[in-house]
């Protein structure tokens, strides 16, 4: 994927997940799941994109991400929501349901 085409994905779905991982990122391993279970529930209308921070250096640059797991939620083509490294998924949870909830009603 080149940053043209995320960037147009970012621009056209109501929200979307960038989840930075690594792939000798252990804890980017144990949280993917996670955050997919609870996207899938909380937020199914955010698109999720799972990107190896290593093999796409421009996104990852462009994005200024430089630590992995890095998760950036974007609501109607703006950044929302961003967290790394010491990842709460429950916080970024209660962040996202007010905003989205008004957004997909």
Known sequence: MTLEELQ?????????LLYFSGENCNV?????PKFKEVFDK???LVKQIYLDAHENAEISAHY???SVPTMIVFLDGREFVREGRAVSLHQMTEQL???YTLMTE
Do not use: M
């Open 8 to 16: 147009n994905i970012i621009r056209s779905e109501v929200g979307v």
């Open 64 to 66: 200024q991400v430089f």
């Open 28 to 32: 980017c391993h144990a949280l993917r």
């Open 42 to 44: 909380e937020f199914p």
């Open 97 to 99: 349901k007010r905003p």
